[in-house]
T-cell receptor, first 111, second 112 residues
């Protein structure tokens, strides 16, 4: 599975869009990009995933660059409850059951 | 929605005790996982199971065993708890190879 690189921490003002970047320059053609978040002392929560097209759901949008070497998770109107650690994971659709979580980006939403 | 439940949110045990952590999922998922999470180390996979009575070692299986007698239940066993097994333990399940795993709330284990 491709390695991912994320900033250690970010701040975002409440009500503004939070844009969380992830670099995955070694991604291969059949590998998906997944995003999870973990609120303090809870289990990780699935947010969204995509292959090459941009994706949107009720929680967030995922923008994947055309070369697929990086992606951005967008929380359109951040709230205090979005304060969490956000993990970007890249893995293949049929490469077993391993999901490697790195140390993620700690997002703090500021009132 | 998938619901993954873990038997305890907090647990305190003594060194040398046998510890059972139970995980149950209600969506008929084939795959189940046990991770531990420690500060600065992220989530590390201990064991996973892709079917009843099947198990595979993850990255850090030493000191642990697992049991999957029924599809919905996956147990993590610490045969003789040690202080370095103090950690947050997370169970997850996943349907087939599609999508991402769904996690339980976690069990914070303290071994004294």
């Amino acid at each position: 599975d491709a390695k991912t690189t994320q900033p250690t921490s970010m701040d975002c003002a409440e009500g503004r869009a939070a844009n969380l970047p992830c670099n995955h320059s070694t991604i291969s053609g059949n590998e998906y990009v997944y995003w999870y978040r973990q609120i303090h002392s809870q289990g990780p929560q699935y947010i969204i995933h995509g292959l090459k097209n941009n994706e949107t759901n009720e929680m967030a949008s995922l923008i994947i660059t055309e070369d697929r070497k990086s992606s951005t998770l967008i929380l359109p109107h951040a709230t205090l409850r979005d304060t969490a650690v956000y993990y970007c994971i890249v893995r293949g659709a049929n490469t077993g059951n391993q999901f490697y979580f790195g140390t993620g980006t700690s997002l703090t939403v500021i009132p | 929605d998938v619901k993954v439940t873990q038997s305890s949110r907090y647990l305190v045990k003594r060194t040398g005790e046998k510890v059972f952590l139970e995980c149950v999922q209600d969506m008929d998922h084939e795959n189940m996982f046990w991770y531990r999470q420690d500060p600065g180390l992220g989530l590390r996979l201990i064991y996973f199971s892709y079917d009843v009575k099947m198990k595979e070692k993850g990255d850090i299986p030493e000191g642990y065993s697992v049991s999957r007698e029924k599809k919905e239940r996956f147990s993590l066993i610490l045969e003789s708890a040690s202080t370095n097994q103090t950690s947050m333990y997370l169970c997850a399940s996943r349907r087939g190879l599609a999508g991402g795993p769904d996690f339980g709330p976690g069990t914070r284990l303290l071994v004294l």
